[in-house]
């Protein structure tokens, strides 16, 4: 089977895993918090999930190395991923390091590679995420987090829908997750809020604002890696 073919598969399998935590009202992220507590079953999932995603970029990187050099299957050859806050200037030799002979092989497929990058577009930054949580190799990543005293921001849309955004300084990193708001003082749209979502511990990042954004990631970068044949 071709690596691409096997990363895909992989990533379905990741998906599998997204569904199955769910990210809406019954499921299995809302029993978490309610019950304040990550379940062992739950903490397994998100490490295989992970796992599939890691695997799947690896996939892609051997077989894009096989396609332009000719290179041995048995060869270990794995996705280059520079770490968050990396200098460009250092990622040729992290290539080459990975992924040995394919920038003498092709000036295309290096930049192909950089455009994955962090310090290329912020939006990846779910990239060095998935590699620090899948490198510290522990079972347990995730925990119920709160923001205790958080401030929100309420509007309607045209179709007079109620709008919600935290304050500056009163987010999580990144995104706005499915949550829980227990109030501490005030009504709903003027009051302050206890927030609870479920985050990985080592990037401080809420899980399923991370699951989507990186599946998403993976399968862009597995179709923009077929092209470099």
């Known amino acids: 089977m071709e690596r691409f073919s096997m990363a895909q598969a992989l990533v379905s399998r990741a998906r599998t895993h997204q ?9 299995r992220y809302e029993d978490a918090m309610h019950a304040q507590a990550i379940p062992d079953e ?13 695997a799947a970029l690896d996939y892609c990187a051997q077989q894009v190395w096989i396609n332009l050099t000719g290179g041995s299957a048995l060869t270990r050859i794995y996705f280059p991923i520079a770490r968050e806050g990396a200098n460009p200037t250092d990622f040729l030799s992290l290539m080459n390091r990975n992924m040995p002979d394919v920038a003498a092989a ?12 962090q310090f290329a577009d912020d939006k990846n930054a779910w990239l060095p995420e998935l590699a620090t949580l899948v490198n510290l190799a522990k079972h347990d990543h995730l925990e119920v987090a709160t923001i205790p005293n958080a401030l929100l921001n309420f509007s309607k849309d045209a179709q007079g829908r109620t709008l919600m955004a935290f304050q500056p300084g009163h ?8 949550m829980m708001l227990k109030p501490v003082s005030g009504d709903l749209e003027h009051g302050v809020h206890q927030a609870i979502f479920l985050q990985l511990k080592a990037t401080q990042s809420e899980l399923s604002g991370f699951i989507k954004e990186a599946i998403a990631g993976v399968e862009s970068i597995i179709i923009e890696c077929e092209k470099l044949r």
């Open 19 to 27: 569904n199955w935590i769910g990210d809406d009202h019954g499921d």
């Open 171 to 178: 987010a999580p990193k990144r995104g706005y997750p499915f």
């Open 42 to 54: 739950m903490q397994i999932v998100v490490k295989e999930l992970l796992e599939h995603l890691r």
């Open 106 to 117: 092709s000036a295309t497929a290096v930049a192909v590679f950089r455009s994955f990058q």
